[in-house]
T-cell receptor
């Protein structure tokens, strides 16, 4: 069974602070995705990382895929209240990468 | 709307009742997925359709869970003889299926509460 562990589970910070969320697995995934989910809504894809060592930037968010393609991190610079939400990582496997295995998520609260 | 829609948004059932949850995927999307998200957890894969064919149902927790997509569009997840442990948000997602890593678009989910 492939498992993804996320840490921390909860994170409460002040506006303007930086933070890093981690996603670790003992398994290799063909790609890894990060989602953000807000209450009462489904997850929304932020980024997909495919190549070991890959780094992708999305405005104030920086995503990194580990060299061995087993772990990933999400770094947010100068967090804003609008960043509040549940951040989920998901590993893709199976033919056409259809099967997503999600971590439990990191619940981020950014206080104004 | 252009997104994935699910109905009902909320469902309360008494233990032992049967429920049916509906998913309307984005028009033209080939693949459809169902996930179960318990409180405080990430979504867990239940089943996957490509058009009308159910290619993977390995995540369905028991034989009380049944999913169908008879015409390759709308899908229904049915739970028979509901139990309290079935209480969760049930998410549906659809995917266009162009390219190896194309995105799954999620609906808002149906929150099922079994009393």
């Amino acid at each position: 069974t492939q498992l993804l562990e996320q840490s921390p589970q909860f994170l409460s910070i002040q506006e303007g602070e930086n933070l890093t969320v981690y996603c670790n697995s003992s398994s290799v995934f063909s790609s890894l995705q990060w989602y953000r989910q807000e209450p009462g809504e489904g997850p929304v894809l932020l980024v997909t990382v495919v190549t070991g060592g890959e780094v992708k930037k999305l405005k104030r968010l920086t995503f990194q895929f580990g060299d061995a393609r087993k772990d990933s991190s999400l770094h947010i610079t100068a967090a804003q209240p609008g960043d509040t939400g549940l951040y989920l990582c998901a590993g893709a496997s199976g033919g056409s990468n259809y099967k997503l295995t999600f971590g439990k998520g990191t619940l981020l609260t950014v206080n104004p | 709307g252009a997104g994935v829609s699910q109905s009902p948004r909320y469902k309360v059932a008494k233990r032992g009742q049967d429920v049916a949850l509906r998913c309307d995927p984005i028009s033209g999307h080939v693949s459809l997925f169902w996930y179960q998200q318990a409180l405080g957890q990430g979504p867990e894969f239940l089943t996957y359709f490509q058009n009308e064919a159910q290619l993977d149902k390995s995540g369905l927790p028991s034989d009380r869970f049944f999913a169908e997509r008879p015409e390759g569009s709308v899908s229904t997840l049915k739970i028979q003889r509901t139990q309290q442990e079935d209480s969760a948000v049930y998410l549906c997602a659809s995917r266009l299926d162009r390219g190896a890593f194309n995105e799954q678009f999620f609906g808002p989910g149906t929150r099922l509460t079994v009393l």
